[in-house]
């Protein structure tokens, strides 16, 4: 039996904090730019250790990456974990105008940010630590803070259930960075941005040939000792962060014999991270804004009511290690992995007039289908990641799609849920198959027709959505999911949505073309176009691909190394502002 009251948090806060075409969710009004947090937190006192700065690898290919068994497991040094971090929490570039630069990184974030913070569990490593440690990701310096030392005991007890040279990958959210400029909506686009690191940290494990699970079991409060998050004398003064997940990585090719699947532990025995919370632990957190947050009441109360309870995870499926596949082939062709991801950007306006071919936009959907691959039954790259069914469904603007009619589209992650979005739907929808579109890829188009301005009126009239080739509502199984599994699922549909928000992001850049999610738009209206009426489904996030006009007033700087003397800014898109409320 869940806590309904805490269900019932959950939907008072998805309501309220609703953009509708007359009223925007409250937010700040007036930015207070003084106020502004900083993006980058660090500890002060704690020993910082500068990651090597590599050269860019020619391999792997960026379809490589989804070919199974491809990419052979790289060794756990200290250079494989630096590149696993500059492909996936790094600063990917600067941009600067006059004296203001601010950084850009290989995770996107809702108005940069960065609510996201990054941790890591770890043996001793030559160049890193000669004991286990606990330690922060600091993106500015690419280094890792030492903020615990972990004996060889603990960490061997804390790891048993894992494969060797396994770590644990910890990201936690700063409400605050987000609810600085969002206000009570913040919340969702911190879920969001979650989403998003973990599909770069996915994304980043495969170009090394490694696998990564979020261990499911695991209570937030267990998460919050591991990371330290609890510890209240280091953050004294000091924003405070919310627990999000703890994912498993390792080398794939290490795991177990390589013949048999091996079962992989949910949990951590709170009793082995309690233990690790009495260690010595070093620095104390850095102080992001000036004054005091804005306490924004309902974010609070919603991150309380979807706190992850220990177990809990009827319906998810066992992670297992896979079976080892030496039979995959490398590609000769197309990009390097590396190259694609450093290069993400989001698009700041579309040109309108560019298309894409048919077969590319599948593909593109292809690669956001968590489906089982037979024969093996497992899910493929990066949906491997995460153990639940998949919950969220795509509702298409098509504007510019080579053989294929303009108009509304459906695809359902998740054929078996068709006929269930058919009856949430409007009844005059067609639901025919388009023009060459593969068997196996279940997209149906609604309704012929141009949705450019109304895909931009419901995107809070951002032009980027009508303009492009195509944009998308992502409408999440959302009242039936909340009572299945209780308030905590609430985060975890914004995560699916971030991740596939990532698949699709790096897919633009491969097609040639960009993207930009869009967090900002008219919830109810968007329903209402799709005829969706009660809380079965519920559009959580807005995402948009086409040709991108470029700012001639920016100019880009390398990520490390660039001069220090100019004014440093956290947020880049001060023409995308939500109008006060
Ligand atoms: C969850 C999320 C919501 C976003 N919403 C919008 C939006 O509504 N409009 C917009 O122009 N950009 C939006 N963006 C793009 C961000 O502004 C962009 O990611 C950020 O400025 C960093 O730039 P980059 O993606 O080029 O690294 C969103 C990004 C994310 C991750």
Known sequence: MHDTDAIETVMRYHQRTKHLFNRYAPGPGELDWANQPSPFRSYAGAPLIRLPLLGEPKSPRYDDLYRRGSVSSAALTIRSLSRLLQYSLAISAWKQVGATRWALRCNPSSGNLHPTEGYLLIDALPGLGDAPGLYHYAPREHGLERRAVCSVPLFTALMR?????????????????????????????????????????????????????????????????????????????????????????????????????????????????????????????NRLSRDEPVRWEVIDEVAVATRKPAGEVQGFNTPETPVLETNGRAGADGPVAGQIILQRRSLLACDGRTSIAAERFYRMLARVMPSDDPPTSRRPMPWDVMAWEPTVHLGLFVHRVDGIAPGLYLLARDPAKVDRLKRAMHARFEWSTPPGCPADLPLRMLEAGDARRLATQLSCHQEIAGDGAFSLA????????????????????????????????????????????????????????????????????????????????????APYGASADVHERGIARCEWQQPSA
């Open 161 to 285: 259930g894992f494969p060797a040279q396994a770590f644990l990958f910890g990201l936690s959210s700063i409400h605050w960075r987000e609810a600085w400029k969002y206000g009570e909506r913040a919340f969702r686009y911190c879920q969001h941005d979650a989403g998003h690191a973990i599909g770069a940290l996915r994304i980043a494990a495969a170009t090394l040939g490694w696998s990564a699970r979020l261990l499911h079991g695991l209570a937030d409060e267990t998460i919050e000792g591991l990371l330290g998050l609890n510890r209240a004398e280091d953050f004294a003064g000091a924003e405070r962060e919310h627990p999000d997940v703890v994912m498993v990585v390792w080398p794939t090719d290490l795991a177990g014999d390589g013949q048999a699947r091996c079962t992989l532990a949910q949990d951590l025995d709170p009793a082995l991270v309690h233990q690790l919370t009495r260690a010595r632990w070093q620095g104390a957190a």
């Open 474 to 557: 992502m409408i999440a199984e959302y009242q039936e999911a909340l009572f299945t599994h209780g308030a905590w699922i609430y985060r975890r549909l914004f995560w699916e949505a971030g991740l596939i928000g990532q698949v699709l992001y790096l897919e633009a850049e491969a097609a040639g073309v960009r993207a930009t999610g869009i967090g900002c738009f008219f919830d109810d209206p968007v329903h209402r176009v799709f005829g969706i009426e009660d809380f079965a489904f519920q559009s959580l996030y807005h995402f948009t691909i086409g040709g991108a006009v470029d700012d001639p007033r920016l100019t880009t700087l």
